[in-house]
């Protein structure tokens, strides 16, 4: 499978960079704002993944659910998920730009990983559910934009993971047709895009998936580090 490749797709939170810490604290400064309380981090963690836009209105809703604020007086009708999002929106990107990369740590064996797809003769593109503007940013905090010939975040097209498209996207950007770019994920929605797409799949066991493990979601391979990329499918081979 290794050698009919002539790129990978890489996904960026819970794949490369372990994002939880930035998402809590920009979430929470952004609550604080709003007079609502604090999320925690598992919150965080099942609810990742589908990009901000999805974010903020599942912590809306979870947190305006909570007893202690829909027991305050017609606070719940007043801030509706729709009512508070426009402006929880606007409090999320100017904390989240202002922390980007401060509380996120590069996951072990990633560098190492993207060296070796690189040394592979692979071309790179980074695809993620992060807008772009926190995206690019953030590769390049980490020292990780070099390794990318493309980086396409959530708002880069019409459609977002798990929908096929942006993987699509992506392959006619390369230059390469989908079976031959391999998508590198953590979570069902890079699988399922894949699959879709008709793109070989593997799914790192370190990231997010909305909370469940990995290893039940359909993929060529499971591995513990971008480093065992290469063992994995040459035993697909």
Not at 52 to 62: D, Q
Not at 68 to 74: C, I, Q, W
Not at 134 to 158: I, N, R, T, W, Y
């Amino acid at each position: 499978m290794l050698r009919s490749l002539q790129a990978a797709i890489v996904d960026l939170d819970g794949t490369m960079v372990d994002t939880l810490g930035d998402f809590e604290i920009a979430l929470n400064r952004s609550l604080a704002d709003l007079d609502l309380p604090p999320v925690t981090r598992a919150l965080v963690e099942r609810t990742v993944g589908k990009g901000s836009e999805h974010l903020i209105r599942s912590v809306l809703a979870h947190q305006l659910a909570l007893p202690e604020v829909k027991g305050l007086a017609n606070v719940c009708d007043a801030r509706s998920v729709e009512n508070l999002y426009e402006a929880a929106w606007q409090r999320y990107q100017h904390h989240y730009l202002a922390i980007n990369g401060e509380f996120a740590t590069v996951y072990p064996g990633v560098i190492e990983g993207l060296q070796q797809l690189c040394d592979a003769g692979l071309q790179l593109a980074c695809l993620t559910n992060k807008p772009l503007s926190f995206a690019k940013p953030l590769l390049q905090a980490k020292g990780l934009d070099s390794f990318f010939m493309h980086v396409f975040g959530g708002d880069s097209f019409e459609r977002k993971k798990p929908d096929p498209l942006p993987l699509l996207k992506t392959c006619e950007a390369l230059g390469v047709k989908p079976a031959q770019a391999l998508m590198v994920g953590d979570s069902s929605n890079d699988a399922q895009a894949a699959r879709a797409a008709g793109c070989p799949v593997v799914l790192v066991r370190y990231g997010y998936n909305h909370g469940e493990p990995v290893d039940g979601v359909d993929a060529d391979a499971h591995v513990d580090t971008l480093t065992h990329i290469a063992q994995a499918l040459a035993g697909k081979a």
